[in-house]
């Protein structure tokens, strides 16, 4: 399968409790991004990468969440002190240079209790 | 701060009912408009990108068209398989794409 991965797909938590998602992209996409989609409502971005710098970080991303991509490859997204509100589908997508064609994974779907 | 908007939230149609859904924009230098598509529990599935008021793009059953404030999704005789969530996002500058909150699409039998 050469698509975006992400894992875990499901995730249940307790509050305060950290939680890491990681994503591995299509290999040879030089970008990769992370949003955020609640229910009903449409892919939030969080942050973008090209190569292995983030570039470009949300208002939304609290200094409770941070974002790696080491080497260039796949990248983790951590949230510290997970609150109910952090409750979402967390989605990484890919893309080969600077374009709009997003390539998505399936998303890891987080639920803090 | 780029906004898009997106109409009707929900929309049935009869098997063969074409229609059109409608993406209103508000962007600052418009780089893109893009369409997805996302089927329950999946990632959006990318469908068109238009640079430009006037541009169109087809592909099977549908058509996007572009103004400078708005764009629209043609779904012509659709099938139940088309049944999905239909996103449009803009992009105005930087790396990041603005998504509306989406079109709930049911085609039936």
């Known amino acids: 399968d050469t698509g975006v991965s992400q894992d875990p797909r499901h995730k249940i938590t307790k509050r305060g409790q950290n939680v890491t998602f990681r994503c591995d992209p299509i290999?040879?996409?030089?970008?990769l991004y992370w949003y955020r989609q609640t229910l009903g409502q449409g892919p939030e971005f969080l942050t973008y990468f090209q190569n292995e710098a983030q570039l470009e970080k949300s208002r939304l991303l609290s200094d409770r969440f941070s974002a790696e991509r080491p080497k260039g490859s796949f990248s983790t997204l951590e949230i510290q002190r997970t609150e109910q509100g952090d409750s979402a589908m967390y989605l990484c997508?890919?893309?080969?240079?600077?374009?709009?064609?997003?390539?998505f994974g399936e998303g890891s779907r987080l639920t803090v209790l | 701060e780029d906004q898009v908007t997106q109409s009707p939230e929900a929309l049935r149609l009869q098997e063969g009912e074409s229609s059109s859904l409608n993406c209103s924009y508000t962007v600052s230098g418009l780089r893109g408009l893009f369409w997805y598509r996302q089927d329950p529990g999946k990632g959006p599935e990318f469908l068109f990108t238009l640079y430009s008021a006037g541009e169109e793009k087809e592909k099977e059953r549908l058509k996007a068209t572009l103004t400078k404030k708005e764009s629209f999704l043609h779904i012509t005789a659709p099938k139940p398989e088309d049944s999905a969530t239909y996103l449009c996002?803009?992009?105005?500058?930087?790396?990041?794409?603005?998504f509306g909150t989406g079109t709930q699409l049911k085609v039936e039998l």
């Open positions: 290999s040879e996409h030089n970008r």
């Open positions: 996002a803009v992009s105005g500058g930087g790396n990041k794409l603005t």
């Open positions: 997508a890919s893309s080969l240079g600077e374009t709009g064609e997003l390539f």
